[in-house]
């Protein structure tokens, strides 16, 4: 009797592994997606105040971006918890959008 109610204590663990994996996903796809977008303006606009011309600060920020959505999907799977791949996404992203966000009222 013993080993048929075993199965039913590991449903709850098993959906908090589950909802471990889709939320390390939803923060790999959605907030790479948003870390990318935010290094993206906040480096294009700084860049483009250095007095780089507007259009190669514009590719290098984009360039730059894909190459930040990709690393941020490695952190999301690569962190111990979930909870840490968000912080770890989260935090850079809120910061790159408040530059771009300063950046955005400055006359050149």
Same mark, same amino acid.
């Given at each position: 009797?013993?080993?048929?109610?075993?199965?039913?204590?590991?449903?709850?663990?098993?959906?908090?592994?589950?909802?471990?994996?889709? &939320?390390?996903?939803?923060?790999?796809?959605?907030?790479?997606?948003?870390?990318?977008?935010?290094?993206?303006?906040?480096?294009?606009?700084?860049?483009?105040? &250095?007095? &780089?011309? &507007?259009?190669?600060?514009?590719?290098?920020?984009?360039?730059?971006?894909?190459?930040?959505?990709?690393?941020?999907?490695?952190?999301?799977?690569?962190?111990?918890?979930?909870?840490?791949?968000?912080?770890?996404?989260?935090?850079?992203?809120?910061?790159?959008?408040?530059?771009?966000?300063?950046?955005?009222?400055?006359?050149?």
């Amino acid at each position: 009797m013993a080993d048929i109610a075993a199965p039913h204590k590991r449903v709850p663990a098993m959906g908090r592994y589950r909802w471990a994996v889709a &939320s390390r996903a939803l923060a790999a796809t959605a907030g790479g997606y948003a870390l990318a977008s935010a290094t993206a303006a906040g480096l294009g606009l700084a860049l483009a105040r &250095s007095g &780089s011309h &507007s259009v190669d600060a514009v590719l290098w920020a984009t360039m730059l971006g894909f190459v930040v959505h990709a690393m941020a999907a490695l952190w999301a799977f690569g962190c111990a918890n979930a909870r840490r791949a968000w912080i770890g996404i989260v935090a850079p992203t809120a910061l790159l959008e408040a530059l771009a966000y300063a950046l955005r009222g400055v006359t050149a």
